[in-house]
Protein backbone atom coordinates (compact mmCIF):
# COMPACT_ATOMS: atom_id res chain seq x y z
CA UNK A 1 0.00 0.00 0.00
CA UNK A 2 2.92 2.31 0.96
CA UNK A 3 3.41 2.92 -3.18
CA UNK A 4 0.00 3.74 -3.90
CA UNK A 5 0.35 6.45 -0.90
CA UNK A 6 3.09 7.94 -2.47
CA UNK A 7 1.47 8.08 -5.63
CA UNK A 8 -0.80 10.34 -4.02
CA UNK A 9 1.05 12.38 -2.69
CA UNK A 10 2.79 12.82 -5.83
CA UNK A 11 -1.26 13.52 -6.98
CA UNK A 12 -2.01 16.27 -4.35
CA UNK A 13 1.79 18.07 -5.19
CA UNK A 14 0.63 18.03 -8.86
CA UNK A 15 -2.85 19.41 -8.48
CA UNK A 16 -1.39 21.87 -6.46
CA UNK A 17 1.36 23.28 -8.87
CA UNK A 18 -1.10 23.35 -12.00
CA UNK A 19 -4.06 25.73 -12.68
CA UNK A 20 -7.87 23.64 -12.56
CA UNK A 21 -9.06 23.77 -16.13
CA UNK A 22 -11.67 21.48 -18.16
CA UNK A 23 -10.50 19.91 -21.22
CA UNK A 24 -13.19 18.74 -24.08
CA UNK A 25 -14.21 15.18 -23.87
CA UNK A 26 -13.49 15.10 -27.59
CA UNK A 27 -9.99 14.38 -28.60
CA UNK A 28 -8.70 17.67 -30.45
CA UNK A 29 -6.63 15.40 -33.24
CA UNK A 30 -9.49 13.57 -33.44
CA UNK A 31 -6.96 10.56 -33.27
CA UNK A 32 -7.24 7.28 -30.94
CA UNK A 33 -4.11 5.57 -29.77
CA UNK A 34 -4.05 1.66 -29.42
CA UNK A 35 -0.43 0.23 -27.26
CA UNK A 36 0.78 -1.92 -25.09
CA UNK A 37 0.11 -1.44 -21.32
CA UNK A 38 4.11 -1.66 -21.00
CA UNK A 39 5.55 0.95 -18.96
CA UNK A 40 8.74 2.00 -20.54
CA UNK A 41 6.40 3.13 -23.69
CA UNK A 42 5.03 6.95 -22.45
CA UNK A 43 2.93 7.79 -25.02
CA UNK A 44 2.47 11.40 -24.62
CA UNK A 45 6.38 11.45 -24.47
CA UNK A 46 6.92 8.97 -27.37
CA UNK A 47 4.50 10.87 -29.64
CA UNK A 48 4.56 14.24 -28.53
CA UNK A 49 0.80 14.46 -27.39
CA UNK A 50 -0.85 16.71 -24.26
CA UNK A 51 -3.66 16.13 -22.54
CA UNK A 52 -6.49 16.36 -24.25
CA UNK A 53 -4.93 15.28 -27.78
CA UNK A 54 -6.12 11.83 -28.18
CA UNK A 55 -7.46 8.87 -26.29
CA UNK A 56 -5.04 6.09 -25.41
CA UNK A 57 -6.17 2.61 -25.48
CA UNK A 58 -3.85 0.07 -23.67
CA UNK A 59 -3.36 -3.70 -23.13
CA UNK A 60 -1.22 -6.36 -22.83
CA UNK A 61 0.62 -6.66 -26.56
CA UNK A 62 -1.62 -3.44 -28.11
CA UNK A 63 -4.03 -5.94 -29.93
CA UNK A 64 -7.15 -5.35 -31.08
CA UNK A 65 -9.61 -7.36 -28.68
CA UNK A 66 -13.57 -7.02 -28.98
CA UNK A 67 -13.10 -4.94 -26.00
CA UNK A 68 -10.63 -2.60 -28.00
CA UNK A 69 -13.29 -2.41 -30.83
CA UNK A 70 -15.47 -1.14 -28.40
CA UNK A 71 -14.06 1.54 -27.30
CA UNK A 72 -12.65 2.34 -30.41
CA UNK A 73 -16.58 2.64 -31.98
CA UNK A 74 -17.50 4.71 -29.04
CA UNK A 75 -14.53 6.83 -29.97
CA UNK A 76 -15.78 7.40 -32.94
CA UNK A 77 -19.20 7.32 -32.88
CA UNK A 78 -19.59 9.60 -29.80
CA UNK A 79 -16.01 10.94 -29.29
CA UNK A 80 -15.46 12.32 -32.84
CA UNK A 81 -12.14 10.54 -33.29
CA UNK A 82 -11.02 9.77 -36.96
CA UNK A 83 -7.58 8.41 -37.47
CA UNK A 84 -6.26 4.95 -35.25
CA UNK A 85 -3.10 4.67 -34.81
CA UNK A 86 -1.63 1.16 -33.80
CA UNK A 87 1.68 1.17 -32.04
CA UNK A 88 3.06 -2.44 -30.50
CA UNK A 89 6.88 -2.46 -29.82
CA UNK A 90 10.42 -4.24 -29.64
CA UNK A 91 11.12 -6.36 -26.42
CA UNK A 92 7.42 -7.29 -25.61
CA UNK A 93 6.09 -9.40 -23.15
CA UNK A 94 3.74 -10.77 -25.26
CA UNK A 95 6.58 -12.55 -27.45
CA UNK A 96 8.09 -14.64 -24.12
CA UNK A 97 4.28 -16.20 -23.75
CA UNK A 98 2.36 -19.16 -25.76
CA UNK A 99 -1.37 -19.28 -25.39
CA UNK A 100 -1.53 -22.65 -24.71
CA UNK A 101 0.56 -22.83 -21.87
CA UNK A 102 -0.52 -19.33 -20.40
CA UNK A 103 -3.99 -20.93 -20.74
CA UNK A 104 -2.96 -24.11 -19.20
CA UNK A 105 -1.07 -21.98 -16.14
CA UNK A 106 -4.22 -19.80 -15.35
CA UNK A 107 -6.80 -23.45 -15.67
CA UNK A 108 -4.03 -24.97 -13.29
CA UNK A 109 -4.44 -22.32 -11.04
CA UNK A 110 -7.80 -21.46 -10.99
CA UNK A 111 -9.47 -24.46 -11.95
CA UNK A 112 -11.51 -22.56 -14.43
CA UNK A 113 -10.14 -22.28 -18.51
CA UNK A 114 -10.50 -18.26 -19.22
CA UNK A 115 -13.00 -16.77 -21.41
CA UNK A 116 -10.78 -14.59 -23.16
CA UNK A 117 -8.33 -14.95 -25.64
CA UNK A 118 -4.64 -14.81 -24.61
CA UNK A 119 -3.28 -13.19 -27.89
CA UNK A 120 -0.06 -13.57 -27.74
CA UNK A 121 2.18 -13.64 -30.64
CA UNK A 122 6.00 -14.20 -32.30
CA UNK A 123 6.22 -11.62 -35.11
CA UNK A 124 5.97 -8.18 -34.48
CA UNK A 125 5.13 -6.66 -38.09
CA UNK A 126 2.73 -9.71 -38.57
CA UNK A 127 0.56 -8.68 -35.21
CA UNK A 128 0.74 -5.13 -36.55
CA UNK A 129 -0.59 -6.03 -39.91
CA UNK A 130 -3.02 -8.52 -38.28
CA UNK A 131 -4.78 -5.84 -35.93
CA UNK A 132 -4.55 -2.87 -38.40
CA UNK A 133 -7.08 -5.72 -41.09
CA UNK A 134 -8.96 -6.59 -37.43
CA UNK A 135 -9.68 -2.65 -37.60
CA UNK A 136 -10.15 -1.85 -41.18
CA UNK A 137 -12.50 -4.89 -41.13
CA UNK A 138 -14.87 -4.17 -38.42
CA UNK A 139 -18.52 -3.15 -39.07
CA UNK A 140 -19.09 -0.86 -36.40
CA UNK A 141 -15.92 1.51 -36.81
CA UNK A 142 -16.94 4.53 -39.05
CA UNK A 143 -13.43 5.41 -40.11
CA UNK A 144 -11.52 2.23 -41.13
CA UNK A 145 -9.14 3.50 -43.75
CA UNK A 146 -7.22 6.06 -41.42
CA UNK A 147 -5.44 2.98 -39.69
CA UNK A 148 -1.76 2.92 -39.02
CA UNK A 149 0.58 0.79 -37.55
CA UNK A 150 3.89 1.21 -36.18
CA UNK A 151 6.63 -0.75 -33.97
CA UNK A 152 8.36 1.53 -31.25
CA UNK A 153 11.52 0.45 -30.15
CA UNK A 154 12.10 0.59 -26.75
CA UNK A 155 15.86 1.42 -27.46
CA UNK A 156 16.24 4.59 -29.26
CA UNK A 157 12.52 5.26 -28.61
CA UNK A 158 11.88 5.81 -33.10
CA UNK A 159 8.78 4.46 -34.14
CA UNK A 160 8.89 2.29 -37.87
CA UNK A 161 5.73 2.00 -39.76
CA UNK A 162 4.93 -0.98 -40.46
CA UNK A 163 3.63 -1.61 -43.85
CA UNK A 164 0.24 -2.68 -44.64
CA UNK A 165 -1.08 -3.45 -48.22
CA UNK A 166 -4.85 -1.82 -48.58
CA UNK A 167 -6.94 -4.47 -49.64
Not at 41 to 69: C, K
Not at 89 to 115: I, K, N, W, Y
Request: hydrophobic share 40%; with cysteine.
Amino acid sequence: MRVIEELLANNRSLASDVEASHLDVKPSLRLAVVTCMDSRLDVFQALGLRDGEAHILRNAGGVITDDVIRSLAISQRRLGTERVMLIHHTDCGMLQVSDDSFRAELQEATGVAPSFAIESFNDLDADVRQSVLRVRRSPFLLHTDRVRGFIYDVDSHLLREVDVPDE
